[in-house]
């Protein structure tokens, strides 16, 4: 059952439009996996920001908030941009059978609510300095640098119908790879001629730099755990069976302000201005009648 306010639908497109901006938002300060993680939450969020949404369009509308012509303009080469030129707009309305009036009037409603979010946030204080210190010290584990290493691999792929046999020859074939380089062979020519991975042709097997985390579990807890120079035992993961080398590691380390400074002050500045925006809408919806059976 779709959400409805004061009698007024909400269509799904406008839930997937507040999603989309929360998970570039949040994109900013989670990794991939993180978000992934918060995407029940996210969702349902995603559900009351179109209420609010639509509370506000509804309030701009009451207070008769008129953006001028320029506004409506800017907006328009903003989207433009953004779904990269005339030419691909032209075919995105043509695809939705929209024109561009319709989506021009869209986004004037649009500006409307900017106009009536800036008079909500006016008197919204920036953060001092004094603000931006105590959220990096009271936040510091977010804004070290995390532990990394940098390591090669060999993998002898297994596929999903592989039969007992199969799994043996394989491991048998990356244990006669392993001997080689123990003998002196470069880990680099053997990932060149024998990895199933393309980082083995293109690079030698390079994996790179990266953290926890970035990789399958169990090939994680390997290489994490290996001195550098070592060359792993065999291990298995899902993808099949892998022969790693670790060759670098970065013990975690203290961030420095200086690299995230502006990037916290743009986080209270919006987190504020949401608070302030927030109480603005609950103040809207306790006089409205908004219909929900939830997700």
Not at 73 to 82: C, G, H, P, W
Request: aromatic share 6%; glycine share 6%; hydrophobic share 35%.
């Amino acid at each position: 059952m779709p959400i409805k306010v004061n009698g007024d639908a909400i269509p799904d497109t406008a839930i997937d439009f507040e999603l989309g901006r929360l998970i570039r938002f949040y994109s900013q300060h989670l990794n991939e996996a993180e978000i992934r993680n918060q995407l029940p939450i996210l969702r349902k969020k995603a559900r009351t920001q179109a209420v609010g949404a639509k509370l506000l369009l509804d309030e701009a509308r009451k207070l008769d908030l008129k953006p001028d012509g320029a506004m409506v303009d800017a907006k328009f080469k903003e989207m433009l941009r953004s779904v990269g030129g005339e030419e691909a707009f032209r075919k995105i309305i043509a695809e939705q059978k929209l024109d561009e009036s319709a989506v021009r009037t869209s986004l004037e409603q649009g500006c409307k609510v900017d106009l009536l979010i800036e008079r909500i946030t006016k008197g919204v204080k920036d953060p001092t300095e004094a603000d931006i210190i105590k959220h990096f010290t009271e936040h510091a584990e977010e804004y070290q640098k995390p532990e990394r290493v940098q390591a090669q691999h060999i993998l002898i792929q297994l596929e999903s119908d592989s039969t007992p046999a199969d799994r043996e020859a394989a491991r048998s074939r990356l244990l006669e790879i392993r001997h080689r380089i123990r003998e002196g062979s470069e880990f680099s020519d053997q990932a060149a001629a024998h990895s199933d991975c393309p980082s083995g042709r293109k690079t030698g097997g390079s994996l790179g730099w990266f953290s926890r985390g970035m990789m399958i579990p169990e090939f994680d807890r390997v290489v994490f755990s290996m001195e550098v120079g070592q060359l792993s035992e065999i291990i298995e993961t899902p993808l099949g069976y892998h022969l790693i080398r670790k060759t670098g590691h970065e013990d975690a380390e203290p961030g420095d302000l200086a690299d995230h400074h502006e990037k916290i002050r743009e986080f209270i500045r919006h987190a504020r201005r949401g608070e302030a925006l927030t109480a603005f809408v609950e103040e809207l919806k306790s006089k409205a009648t908004v219909e929900d059976d939830g997700v």
